[in-house]
Nanobody, 128 residues
Framework: QVQLVESGGGLAQPGGSLRLSCAAS????????MIWAHQKAPGKALEWVA?????????LYADSVKGRFTVSRDDAKNTLYLQMNSLKPEDTAEYFC????????????????????WGQGTQVTVSS
């Protein structure tokens, strides 16, 4: 079955960096678009952070992270990454990776509905 496992979260200082990983299994990773999303507190909305289509031809970022975060994928390792630089306290959130239903990214506010598979999340806390 589809499995997504995030790792790499933790505590970082403002201005610091973290690299998140999402290890995928149970499907043909290279054939699907993948995204990162975050949730700033339980019960708050899940928000798009970054996404990459199959093959990497389309990459999208939330305005709040453009120029600071970089999404990438290693299809040989079935892994999605999020390099987070110049971290800010407002980046504090639980970060999730998700698989799209196809090779293309879906721009949507209904992330839980339109992306059918999610990992368990990894907490990122930015604080001095």
């Amino acid at each position: 079955q589809v499995q997504l496992v995030e790792s790499g979260g933790g505590l970082a200082q403002p201005g610091g960096s973290l690299r998140l990983s999402c290890a995928a299994s149970g499907f043909a990773f290279s054939s699907y678009a993948m995204i990162w999303a975050h949730q700033k507190a339980p019960g708050k909305a899940l928000e798009w952070v970054a996404g990459m289509s199959s093959g990497g031809s389309e990459i999208l970022y939330a305005d709040s992270v453009k120029g600071r975060f970089t999404v990438s994928r290693d299809d040989a390792k079935n892994t999605l990454y999020l390099q987070m630089n110049s971290l800010k306290p407002e980046d504090t959130a639980e970060y999730f990776c998700a698989r799209a239903p196809s090779a293309k990214l879906i721009q949507t506010t209904r992330l839980w509905v339109d992306y059918p598979y999610w990992g368990q999340g990894t907490q990122v806390t930015v604080s001095s």
